[in-house]
């Protein structure tokens, strides 16, 4: 049985968020490294960075993962129903 949309969803979002933490963790201490924390404090400035890519990361992909497993039911139909037809080419046996 296929996965319904709302837990196609749920797994896109997951998905999304665990790259986008590992993603914001390693550009939050890239540029931790390069510019400093600031005013904030080196813990803040990096869960920043790793919530907001893990929420745009999470959102694109909940997004998309729906779209892209979304398929017409006739479509499927008639792939699966129409043949392509046999095509022989002979060559010229009068030599």
């Given amino acids: 049985m296929e996965p ?3 837990q196609k969803m749920k797994m896109g979002a997951l998905m999304g ?3 986008g933490l590992c993603v914001g963790f390693v550009f939050g201490s890239v ?3 390069r510019f400093g924390s600031g005013t ?3 813990v803040t400035l990096l869960s920043q ?3 907001g890519s893990a929420a ?3 959102f694109f992909m909940s997004i998309g993962s729906v779209i892209r497993s979304e398929a017409h ?3 499927i139909q008639w792939q699966s129903q129409t043949k392509l037809p046999v095509v022989i080419n002979e060559r010229n046996k009068s030599l």
Wanted: charged fraction near 5%; hydrophobic fraction near 45%.
């Fill in 31 to 33: 540029s931790l490294i």
């Fill in 73 to 75: 039911p006739n479509a």
């Fill in 40 to 42: 904030k404090g080196p």
């Fill in 17 to 19: 968020g665990t790259v």
């Fill in 4 to 6: 319904t949309a709302l």
């Fill in 56 to 58: 745009s990361f999470g």
């Fill in 49 to 51: 960075y790793m919530l």
